[in-house]
């Protein structure tokens, strides 16, 4: 009977040990942590961003506002896992304390699908940077990334020393806009603009839109019809290569038909010449336009 009982306590007091300790705790994460990565960037496996590895909560820190939700997530990386190709993700060195990882990463790729609205450039990137990360019950709750995001740009074309003047054009341009000034919006445009919106948006009937006066009565006009408190939001330029500008923004408002809110994101790539713009590329979340009752 001793000898059970003290079985027993040897056996408890190992399962504690266990339990508490914080190197097998860190080890565990790490372990989770960097073979869920691997597999997610390196093998194309996003289906991998659910609740048996990432908390349903999991947070991406980040710029202008935070990324929650495993869905969202997974829409968020969706764009590297798309957007490039020949992938080589690698982690230099990973340590940790508690639930807490540090990791130093290196990304190779080449830039040969869409990339948050940015076309395909065939371009190749090799960038670095570290994460913060922190585990929350054996999964993967919270991630905010430090890299060179410039260095990164300057590889996929973007300069944003380049064409200060385009940039002071298209920032007025959705200045105007937000306040629904629609005529100097227009007088942005040069006579032979060519505007197209993205493919599955019910706008896209009229592609190209050739000229300002087609621009006001097939997009503006009708945006303006569809929508109650339609605003541009989180709009953020970036400089291109051949007199492009690039913005990433968010669409809100209300559809007047279904009621239903949008918070789209979408892409603008912006093409000028001389100070005008010449055309205008939309890319935007169709899926949540059709969802919403829009599309």
């Known amino acids: 009977m001793k000898t059970t009982i003290k079985l027993l306590f040897v056996t408890a007091l190992v399962l504690l040990t266990a339990c508490n300790n914080p190197n097998k705790q860190v080890e565990d994460n790490i372990t989770k942590y960097t073979t869920v990565w691997d597999e997610i960037i390196n093998e194309g496996k996003l289906d ?40 080589d993700f690698t982690i230099v060195d990973i340590f940790g304390q508690g639930d807490k990882l540090v990791k130093h990463w290196k990304f190779k790729g080449t ?9 395909a450039t065939g371009k190749a990137v090799e960038v670095e940077g570290s994460t913060i990360a922190v585990m929350k019950d054996g999964k993967i709750a919270q991630e905010q990334d430090f890299m060179d995001n410039l260095a990164f740009m300057a590889q996929l074309g973007i300069d944003p020393l380049l064409n200060a003047d385009n ?26 603009v060519e505007w197209n919106e993205a493919e599955g948006n019910a706008l896209a009937d009229g592609n190209p839109y050739i000229g300002p006066d087609a621009v006001l009565k097939g997009v503006f006009e009708r945006v303006i019809a569809a929508y109650e408190n339609f605003t541009l939001n989180d709009i953020k330029l970036h400089n291109m290569e051949n007199e492009q500008v690039l913005a990433t923004l968010r669409y809100k408002g209300k559809v007047k038909a279904t009621g239903k809110s949008i918070n789209a994101q979408a892409a603008h790539l912006w093409t000028l010449k001389d100070g005008k713009v010449i055309a205008f590329q939309q890319y935007v979340d169709t899926k949540q336009l059709h969802e919403t009752g829009r599309n």
Do not use: C, Q, R
Request: hydrophobic share 40%.
């Open 111 to 119: 830039h040969s699908g869409d990339f948050f609205g940015i076309p």
């Open 167 to 192: 940039i002071t054009v298209v920032s007025d341009l959705y200045t105007n806009f937000g306040k629904g000034d629609v005529p100097a919006v227009l007088a942005a445009l040069d006579a032979k």
């Open 48 to 87: 991998l961003i659910n609740d048996t590895n990432f908390d349903p909560e999991i947070t991406l820190i980040t710029n202008p506002e935070n990324v929650v939700g495993i869905e969202a997530f997974k829409d968020y990386y969706s764009n590297f896992t798309t957007g490039f190709s020949n992938p």
